[in-house]
Every structure is written in C-alpha cells, then in structure tokens.
C-alpha cells in the first residue's frame, strides 16, 4: 500500500530532488508551496506524514503549521519532518517543541531522508 506524503516546500529544487528521492520508494506525493496551501492539501489528502519547511511565505510558516496539526484531532498523530536550513539548536528545539517527529537541516542526504521516513511510518506515534 502506497503512503500518501504531503511536501509542503516554497522551493522548486528541493520539491524536485524530493520528488526524484521519493521515486524511490511507494509513495504518492502531494506538493504544496506554502503552509496555507498546505494545510488545505492535508485536509484533503489525509496524509501518512507530512515533510514540512520551516522558513516559507504566507500567513504561516512551517512551525504555525506544525501546531495547527498537533491540535486537530484528525491529524495529531501524523508523523511530521521539518525540512530546513536553521540548524542551531534554539530552532531543532523550537521544532520539536512545534510537535515534529523529525528534524533535517538542509542540505540533507536523499537516503537520510529515506531512512526518516520509512522509520517514522513504521513507528506509531506516541499520543
């Protein structure tokens, strides 16, 4: 069974090398160029994880939007990896803080990713 990821990234080169990475694996992806957009995909789409940016245009950045999933009962549970380039550790705790299961700076390892992701919807998520 196919798991549905939801990328939510504003820039086009990372939402094609993640694509290709996940080329890699059975996954149906569905893209998003920022939080707002992003949001109104995983209402839709019902995700198995979502792969969030941290840093993106709109009335919400990645953290807003990693709250707002925490407190919907319909989502709190999906695992979620903020993708970003701050990579002191006032923002990897700001992350985790938000409700992320994961957090990679950028530039990442497409297998680190891989490897992310496939560990995350193995392990169910602690309530």
């Given at each position: 069974m196919r798991a549905r990821v939801v990328l939510v990234e504003d820039q086009p080169e990372i939402r094609q090398l993640i694509r290709m990475t996940l080329e890699f694996g059975d996954f149906e992806l569905g893209e998003a160029i920022d939080a707002d957009a992003g949001w109104s995909l995983i209402q839709k789409q019902l995700p198995d994880l979502v792969l969030l940016d941290v840093m993106m245009p709109?009335?919400?950045?990645?953290?807003?939007?990693?709250?707002?999933?925490?407190?919907?009962?319909?989502?709190?549970?999906?695992?979620?990896?903020?993708?970003?380039?701050?990579?002191?550790?006032?923002?990897?705790?700001?992350?985790?803080?938000?409700?992320?299961?994961?957090?990679?700076?950028?530039?990442?390892?497409?297998?680190?990713?891989?490897?992310?992701?496939?560990?995350?919807?193995?392990?169910?998520?602690?309530?």
């Open positions: 709109g009335s919400m950045d990645g953290l807003a939007l990693c709250r707002k999933l925490r407190q919907h009962p319909e989502f709190h549970s999906v695992p979620v990896v903020l993708l970003t380039a701050r990579s002191q550790q006032s923002d990897i705790d700001a992350g985790m803080e938000a409700g992320a299961d994961a957090y990679l700076t950028k530039p990442f390892s497409p297998m680190e990713l891989l490897e992310r992701i496939s560990g995350l919807l193995k392990e169910p998520r602690a309530q």
